[in-house]
C-alpha cells in the first residue's frame, strides 16, 4: 500500500511538503563549504607524502618562505607533542610525524595571499624521506614477514603470537557451536573480500579557520558534527574546545566521511602563525580520495549449518577489516555484530581482528562495517538455497528476528518490522517479472543498529506566532524538514510557520554528530519535548489571563482552550496571540531539552535486483531494483525515498565499480572520479520502493533511523542476482566487467 494511502491520524506527519532548503539550493544561494570568505583571507596548500611509508628525512621550507605573499609554513614541529590514544591518531593523520603512512599522507602545509602562489610554494618545499617497505592488503598485513608499520599499539585483547600489525581482537557469541552445526544437514564454509570504497561525495572538504596566539579562534567548514569537530582540532591543537567556535556550512553530502578531521587543524594552524589571518584550505578531489577516510577493506570467512527445511542452526564468522595505519578506525566490531542480526540463530560465534595496513585512516561510510558482513553472510546463505532447492526469501522469513528474541549480538530486540518487511517484499510485483535469457534475480536483507546520542534542542515562540527550532545536527538527508514537521504537528501549527537552523557550538550544548542515522530520531525526540516545554509555558500564560488555574487549559490545534465547561467559556487563544502578548505577560517563551537520547530502534531492509550480464564482456546491467525497508514511521516520505534511494545507488556503485586500485609502489592509482567510477544515471533503472511502518516505542512518533541500512544489501543481492544469471558465483567485490568475465570463464571450463 501506498505511503500516502495510510491514515495515521496526523495533520502534517506523512504528509510531502517543500523542503525548506530547496530554493537555496537550485539558486545558488546555499553557502557551502568553499563558498566562506572572510577578509584579509590567505589561502592553503598541503605537502602530501608520494610514499605508502617513508621516514621523513628532512623538511626544507627556505625556497617557499622568500616568495612575496607566503606567510606561513606549519610541520608536525608546529603541534602539542605528548598526546596520547584517539587524540594522537588524529593528530598523526593530520599531519605525519617521523614517518608517512600512507600515500597522500600531508607532512607540511603552507598559507599564502593566493590559491595558486600557495599551491607554487607548496612545490618548492623539499622533502627528503627514506621508502620503508609497506602493505596494503589486509590478509597480508598479518603475514610473519610483514613490514611492521606501527610497532607496540596492539590493545590486551591480542592472542599472543599475532603478528604487530594486528591491534585488536574480538570474541564474542552464544549457543553450543558444534552441537549446531551437528544438527544442520548441510554445512558450508566460504570466504569473501571487500575492497575499500570512498563515500564519494560531491563537495571536497573545506573550511576557513582563523586562529590568534591566544587560542581563541573560528571555524566554518562543512562537517557533519560540528562539537566534534570543536574537540578533535582543540585536541590536536593544544588548544582549550571552549575557545573554539564552529560553525557548520551546508554540506554537499557526508554520508558519514565528514564526522571527522582531515585537514581542519592545518588550516588553523597555519592561521595562528600567521598572526590570526583567516585561512582557507579546500581540498581537491584528488586529496578527497588519497587523504580522507574511505571504509576499511575486508576479508571474511563464514560457516554456516541450515536444515534441508531452511532453519538454521549455527554460523560462525571470522573478520579481518582494516583502517587504515591507525587503531581504532576499523568498523570490524560493528561489522560482527551486524553480521547475523537478521536471524535468530540458536548458536553463534563472532571474532574479528582489526589490522594495520598502509592505507588512509578509515572513517565511516553508511553502517559502517555491515555491507560487508551482509555481503559474507547473505552470499553464503543464497548458496545454500540454492543447493537445497528453497526460496531464498521464504528462508529468510523462516529464521527472521523477531520481537523478544534475542539479537546475535547480545540484547533482546524490542518491536522490530523484518518480518513485514520480507512479507511486503515477497507480495511485490517485482518478483513477478519473468527473467530471459543471462538475467538473474537477487536477494539479501540487511540490518543497521540506529542510533541516538547527546542532543539538545531550543524553540523560541515568534512574536507573531511563528517557530524557530535551533539544533546541533547538520541536515545531511532532510531533517530540517522533518524535524520542522514534527514541532508543527505538536504544537498544532502550519509547517510554514516553523523554521529549522542548525547553529554553531556556541548556541546549544554538545551534540553528537549527524550520523547512525540519529538527527530525525534523537533531535526530533528532543523538538518535541522542547515543544511541549513551550506549550506549558504558552497555557499557563493564557489562564492568567483568563484567571484561571494553569490545569485547567490545554492545548488544542495551536490554541489553549478551557479544559471543559467548569473552567470558564473563554474564546481559544492561538499561539499567535499569546506570542504577541507575551511582552507583558512574562517575556518570552521558549522550550529547551537535552537528552542523551535511547530508545533509537533497530532498522532492517530487503532487496531485490534483477540483471542481465552479457556473457561476452562481463557487464553487468541492472533491469530492476526494489527497496523494501521498515521506517518506523515515515515524518516526510519522500525524502525515506531518497534515503532507499541513495542507499541502493552507492550500494550498486560498491558492488559493481568502486573499488581503491594501488599499484606495487603502494600508490593509489584512481584518485579522480574519471577512473574512480561511481555510478551515474545510465548504469541505473528506476528504483521501486516501499515504506513499511513498524512505529518504533522510543519515539514520539515512532521514528526509526532510514539512512544506514538501504547500503547494506545491494552488495550481497548483486552476486546473487549474478550468480543467478550465470551460474557463477563472485566472492570478491567490486564485481567489474573482467572478474565477471574471469567468472563465466572459469565456470565454463569446470573450475567455479
Known amino acids: 500500500m501506498p505511503k500516502d494511502d495510510l491514515k495515521t491520524g496526523y495533520r502534517i506527519v506523512g504528509t510531502r511538503p517543500d523542503r525548506p532548503d530547496g530554493l537555496d539550493k537550485v539558486t545558488g544561494r546555499a553557502r557551502y563549504g568553499a563558498d566562506i ?153 566460504q570466504t569473501y573480500k571487500t575492497e575499500a570504497t570512498h563515500q564519494g561525495y560531491i563537495e571536497p572538504h573545506a573550511c576557513l579557520g582563523q586562529m590568534g596566539a591566544d587560542g581563541k579562534g573560528e571555524m566554518w567548514v562543512c562537517t557533519q558534527g560540528q562539537w566534534y569537530i570543536r574537540r578533535m582540532c582543540s585536541a590536536v591543537l593544544g588548544t582549550d574546545a571552549s575557545q573554539l567556535r564552529v560553525t557548520p556550512s551546508e554540506i554537499g553530502g557526508g554520508f558519514g566521511g565528514k564526522t571527522t578531521i582531515f585537514m581542519e587543524p592545518l588550516a588553523l594552524a597555519l592561521s595562528r602563525k600567521a598572526g590570526g589571518r583567516p585561512v582557507k584550505l579546500v581540498m581537491s578531489r584528488a586529496e578527497v580520495l588519497r587523504a580522507t577516510g574511505p571504509t576499511a577493506s575486508a576479508s571474511m570467512d563464514v560457516k554456516l549449518g541450515m536444515k534441508a527445511d531452511g532453519t538454521l542452526t549455527a554460523a560462525q564468522v571470522n573478520f579481518r577489516m582494516q583502517g ?45 562495517g555491515s555491507p ?24 529468510r522469513l523462516k529464521n527472521a528476528a523477531r520481537e523478544g528474541a534475542k539479537a546475535s549480538y547480545g540484547p533482546t530486540y524490542n518491536r522490530i518490522g523484518l518480518v513485514e518487511t520480507l512479507e511486503a517484499t515477497m507480495a511485490h510485483a517485482n518478483l513477478k517479472v519473468p527473467l530471459g535469457p543471462n538475467q538473474g534475480r537477487g536477494v539479501a536483507s540487511g540490518f543497521w543498529f540506529n ?87 504558552m497555557c499557563a500564560r493564557a489562564a492568567a489571563e483568563w484567571g484561571i488555574d494553569a490545569d485547567a487549559v490545554e492545548w488544542i490545534d495551536g490554541a489553549a482552550v478551557p479544559a471543559g465547561p467548569n473552567a470558564g467559556k473563554f474564546p481559544p487563544m492561538s499561539i499567535a496571540e499569546i506570542g504577541a502578548k507575551m511582552g507583558s505577560t512574562g517575556g518570552p517563551i521558549s522550550g529547551h531539552h537535552e537528552v542523551t537520547a535511547g530508545g533509537f530502534g533497530a532498522s532492517f531492509g530487503a532487496h531485490v535486483v534483477d540483471v542481465e550480464v552479457d556473457p561476452e564482456t562481463g557487464r553487468t546491467t541492472v533491469l530492476r531494483y526494489l527497496v523494501v525497508q521498515d521506517a ?69 512518533y515512532g521514528v526509526r533511523g532510514v539512512g544506514e541500512t538501504g547500503i547494506t544489501p545491494p552488495l550481497p543481492a548483486l552476486a546473487n542476482a549474478i550468480a543467478a544469471a550465470t551460474g557463477a558465483r563472485l566472492r570478491s567485490l567490486p564485481m567489474s566487467p573482467p572478474k565477471v568475465l574471469a567468472a563465466i570463464k572459469a565456470k565454463a571450463n569446470g573450475q567455479g
Open 451 to 537: 542510533h541516538g546520542g547527546e542532543t539538545s534542542v531550543s524553540l523560541a515562540i515568534g512574536e507573531d506566532g511563528t517557530v524557530t527550532v535551533s539544533v546541533g545536527t547538520p541536515d545531511i538527508g532532510g531533517s530540517r524538514a522533518s524535524l520542522g514537521m514534527m514541532t508543527a504537528e505538536t504544537l498544532g501549527i502550519a509547517y510554514e510557520d516553523v523554521r529549522v537552523n542548525i547553529v554553531e557550538t556556541g548556541a546549544l550544548g554538545v551534540n553528537e554528530p549527524t550520523h547512525g542515522s540519529r538527527a530525525t530520531f534523537a533531535s526530533g525526540l528532543a523538538a518535541v519535548e522542547a515543544a511541549k516545554q513551550a506549550i506549558k509555558t
Open 324 to 368: 587504515g595505519a591507525f587503531i581504532g578506525s576499523s568498523p570490524v566490531g560493528e561489522a560482527l555484530s551486524c553480521a547475523l542480526a537478521c536471524y535468530t540463530i540458536p548458536a553463534v560465534h563472532h571474532e574479528g581482528y582489526e589490522v594495520l595496513a598502509n592505507r588512509p585512516k578509515a572513517a565511516a561510510y553508511r553502517a559502517p
Open 37 to 189: 570568505a572572510a577578509p584579509g583571507m590567505l589561502h592553503a596548500a598541503v605537502v602530501r607524502s608520494p610514499h605508502a611509508h617513508a621516514r621523513i628525512i628532512r623538511i626544507d621550507a627556505s625556497k617557499a618562505l622568500v616568495l612575496d605573499g607566503v606567510k606561513a609554513v606549519i610541520t608536525r614541529a608546529d603541534f602539542p607533542t605528548g598526546l596520547t590514544g584517539e587524540d594522537w591518531n588524529l593528530q598523526e593523520n593530520t599531519i605525519a610525524g617521523d614517518v608517512a603512512l600512507y600515500d597522500g599522507h600531508a607532512v607540511a602545509a603552507v598559507a599564502a595571499t593566493s590559491k595558486l602562489l600557495a599551491q607554487d610554494a607548496a612545490r618548492l618545499i623539499e622533502v627528503e624521506y627514506e621508502v620503508l617497505p609497506h602493505v596494503i592488503d589486509v590478509d597480508a598485513a598479518m603475514q610473519p614477514d610483514a613490514p611492521v608499520i606501527r610497532a607496540g599499539t596492539a590493545d590486551h585483547s591480542v592472542p599472543e603470537g599475532m603478528h604487530p600489525n594486528v591491534v585488536k581482537y574480538i570474541d564474542f557469541g552464544h549457543g553450543d557451536l558444534e552441537a549446531g552445526f551437528a544438527a544442520a544437514d548441510l554445512v558450508r564454509a
Open 632 to 700: 518506523g514511521r515515515a515524518i516526510h516520505p519522500a525524502y525515506v525515498e531518497g534515503q532507499y534511494h541513495g542507499g541502493a545507488v552507492q550500494g550498486i556503485g560498491w558492488a559493481l565499480n568502486e573499488e581503491y586500485v594501488y599499484g606495487a609502489d603502494g600508490r593509489l592509482q584512481n584518485t579522480v572520479f574519471l577512473d574512480y567510477r561511481i555510478p551515474v544515471a545510465s548504469d541505473l533503472p528506476m528504483i521501486d520502493t516501499v515504506i513499511v511502518e513498524v512505529p518504533n516505542p522510543g519515539h514520539p
Open 372 to 395: 560487508m558482513a551482509a555481503f559474507a553472510v547473505e552470499s553464503l546463505l543464497d548458496e545454500m538455497c540454492r543447493e537445497l532447492g528453497l526460496d531464498p526469501l521464504a528462508v
